[in-house]
């Protein structure tokens, strides 16, 4: 298996709080208490997030949860890091359509509670971090892609609170 992100409760102190760490391959989230156990810390499942029954484990096998975040109030967003999702889109001129290829995502909260959201993929870059800007729920996502003949390219994106609301209840898709 492998780590792929890492989110803390505490941002002021994150060792005196939980700290999440997100695995792909065994798909699954674990909570550390640093906060009361400190580097003894045994991992525990998070609700929602861990088990075959988790809906993170629809992730592909090398594209798991690699974006992920603590909201404000607590609930965890999660971003797999490849797609399961592509479809043909309608061509908007004569031609071919083009591939439209999006990433499952999730807000789940402590109870477990999971809510579906999607996240359109541009010019290849896939998500691979996500950062909380303080005091809202806007968030910067890090964006990734290698190919041989370009190397590497990054990108970070703004994504809003008010994006993030319309996802959530299913009014769009991430853009």
């Not at 994150?14 to 065994?26: A, N, T």
Request: hydrophobic share 40%; charged share 25%; net charge negative.
């Amino acid at each position: 298996c492998d780590a792929e992100s890492m989110a803390a409760y505490n941002t002021t102190h994150p060792l005196h709080g939980d700290i999440l760490v997100s695995f792909e391959r065994q798909h699954r989230v674990w909570r550390y208490k640093f906060g009361s156990e400190g580097h003894r810390a045994i991992p525990s499942h998070v609700s929602g997030l861990s088990g075959e029954d988790s809906k993170i484990s629809v992730c592909p096998h090398n594209g798991g949860a690699e974006a992920m975040e603590i909201l404000r109030d607590g609930r965890i967003m999660v971003l797999c890091e490849e797609s399961i999702l592509e479809q043909v889109a309608e061509p908007v001129s004569e031609g071919e359509g083009s591939v439209v290829t999006e990433v499952l995502g999730w807000v789940v909260g402590s109870d477990g509670l999971m809510q579906e959201l999607r996240y359109l993929i541009r010019d290849g870059l896939s998500p691979v971090a996500l950062a909380r800007i303080p005091a809202s729920d806007d968030l910067l996502l890090l964006e990734r892609k290698w190919t041989p003949e370009e190397g590497t390219t990054i990108r970070v994106r703004h994504v809003t609170e008010r994006a993030l609301l319309l996802s959530l209840a299913g009014g769009c898709v991430i853009s």
